[in-house]
């Protein structure tokens, strides 16, 4: 069983992690579809817009999406509602795309994965260092072949380390008051050294998880060498205790201050949430809704088709945090959250390229 501070990660999450479906489809019998109308009304005040009803999308402007005010209903206290939109789309809707079987694609612009004493590693082939002898990294969380896939797709040459564990195991106890981060450095540290024959050392990096990963993210985030994170990435994976508000705000304080440096911009941040509702915790809308909510913002109902049939229902930005909810509440719904990270990849290296400018102008 998986545990977090004051959660049982077992049932759905892990269900949905080890491949077997928990949840009995509760499909309306009127469900709006990838190609719901624009909203007539306008967006709300100081979000960006292009025409009208049309919200830029700050993790990629060439992409907006459409407001949806119109077709919503306010569900009251919305930071504890649970999730709408309880149906999911089949293959045959999503293109012929089954989101939990995706191949890999074209690996050959990276190199073979090179095995650490905990996970592996990837990096793009004649990737360099930069004229300080850095390196940008990602460390992720729960998947391996299909994380790799989405950074092939974004066309960023980070460096790739997963670590991925069977479902009965815990990524907390990996990282709580244990070393481990700061060795999966030294170790890639020390391997791309030896690859490109010079000093090498880090520069950005981000933590990122899918699923039940994020609970090891909450475990590294507390120790003092991951103080330089500059990026956290949560796809579909953030849950605490339901009917404990205690429990419930511990569980989420980490990421609730991690929040506040990214919508000042001075760190990264992106959540993404299905419409999944576990019967045991909290779901991942419900502790997105709360991150929103200690920003003193609120989520602006949007629609948007999405790679691997993804149908985009909400969004927020402040800063350089984001939140980015999607209808679904199934397995493939759950795997098909994945495709999240080729955006969050992209506007890292957005991101960190600004970084670097300022830095060495």
């Given at each position: 069983?998986?545990?977090?501070?004051?959660?049982?990660?077992?049932?759905?999450?892990?269900?949905?992690?080890?491949?077997?479906?928990?949840?009995?489809?509760?499909?309306?019998p009127?469900?709006?579809?990838?190609?719901?109308?624009?909203?007539?009304?306008?967006?709300?005040?100081?979000?960006?817009?292009?025409?009208?009803?049309?919200?830029?999308?700050?993790?990629?402007?060439?992409?907006?999406?459409?407001?949806?005010?119109?077709?919503?209903?306010?569900?009251?206290?919305?930071?504890?509602?649970?999730?709408?939109?309880?149906?999911?789309?089949?293959?045959?809707?999503?293109?012929?795309?089954?989101?939990?079987?995706?191949?890999?694609?074209?690996?050959?612009?990276?190199?073979?994965?090179?095995?650490?004493?905990?996970?592996?590693?990837?990096?793009?082939?004649g990737?360099?260092?930069?004229t300080?002898?850095?390196?940008?990294?990602?460390?992720?969380?729960?998947?391996?072949?299909?994380?790799?896939?989405?950074?092939?797709?974004?066309?960023?040459?980070?460096?790739?380390?997963?670590?991925?564990?069977?479902?009965?195991?815990?990524?907390?106890?990996?990282?709580?008051?244990?070393?481990?981060?700061?060795?999966?450095?030294a170790?890639?540290?020390?391997?791309?050294?030896?690859?490109?024959?010079?000093?090498?050392?880090?520069?950005?990096?981000?933590?990122?998880?899918?699923?039940?990963?994020?609970?090891?993210?909450?475990?590294?985030?507390?120790?003092p060498?991951?103080?330089?994170?500059?990026?956290?990435?949560?796809?579909?994976?953030?849950?605490a205790?339901?009917?404990?508000?205690?429990?419930?705000k511990?569980?989420?304080?980490?990421?609730?201050?991690?929040?506040?440096?990214?919508?000042?911009?001075?760190r990264?941040?992106?959540?993404?949430?299905?419409?999944?509702?576990?019967?045991?915790?909290?779901?991942?809308?419900?502790?997105?809704?709360?991150?929103?909510?200690?920003?003193?913002?609120?989520?602006?109902?949007?629609?948007?088709?999405?790679?691997?049939?993804?149908?985009?229902?909400?969004?927020?930005?402040?800063?350089?945090?984001?939140?980015?909810?999607?209808?679904?509440?199934?397995?493939a719904?759950?795997?098909?959250?994945?495709?999240?990270?080729?955006?969050?990849?992209?506007a890292?290296?957005?991101?960190?390229?600004?970084l670097?400018?300022?830095?060495?102008?």
């Amino acid at each position: 069983m998986q545990r977090a501070t004051g959660i049982a990660l077992s049932g759905a999450v892990l269900a949905l992690v080890a491949g077997a479906g928990y949840l009995e489809l509760r499909a309306p019998p009127s469900v709006p579809r990838l190609a719901a109308a624009t909203a007539a009304r306008p967006a709300p005040s100081g979000v960006a817009t292009t025409r009208a009803g049309t919200l830029l999308d700050p993790l990629d402007p060439e992409r907006p999406f459409d407001v949806d005010l119109a077709t919503r209903t306010d569900a009251g206290n919305w930071i504890t509602a649970r999730p709408d939109f309880q149906y999911s789309h089949s293959a045959a809707a999503r293109g012929g795309v089954e989101p939990c079987a995706v191949s890999e694609g074209d690996t050959s612009g990276f190199e073979d994965w090179v095995p650490l004493a905990q996970g592996h590693f990837s990096a793009p082939r004649g990737f360099g260092l930069d004229t300080q002898g850095r390196f940008d990294l990602v460390i992720h969380l729960n998947g391996d072949a299909p994380v790799r896939r989405e950074l092939i797709l974004s066309r960023q040459p980070f460096v790739l380390y997963t670590l991925t564990l069977d479902p009965s195991q815990g990524y907390a106890p990996l990282f709580t008051g244990s070393p481990l981060y700061a060795a999966i450095i030294a170790q890639i540290e020390k391997a791309v050294a030896r690859r490109t024959n010079k000093s090498a050392r880090v520069g950005h990096v981000a933590l990122s998880a899918w699923s039940a990963g994020f609970v090891g993210i909450e475990a590294a985030l507390a120790q003092p060498a991951s103080k330089d994170v500059d990026a956290v990435i949560l796809i579909d994976g953030l849950h605490a205790p339901r009917g404990d508000d205690n429990a419930f705000k511990a569980q989420l304080k980490p990421f609730v201050d991690y929040a506040a440096r990214a919508a000042a911009g001075d760190r990264f941040m992106l959540v993404s949430h299905s419409s999944i509702d576990p019967p045991d915790f909290a779901s991942t809308t419900e502790c997105a809704h709360y991150l929103i909510a200690s920003l003193g913002g609120k989520p602006v109902p949007v629609r948007r088709a999405d790679p691997l049939g993804l149908e985009l229902v909400e969004s927020f930005s402040r800063g350089e945090f984001h939140v980015r909810g999607y209808a679904g509440n199934d397995k493939a719904d759950h795997c098909a959250q994945l495709a999240v990270l080729r955006e969050a990849f992209s506007a890292l290296g957005r991101r960190w390229s600004r970084l670097a400018d300022d830095a060495h102008p």
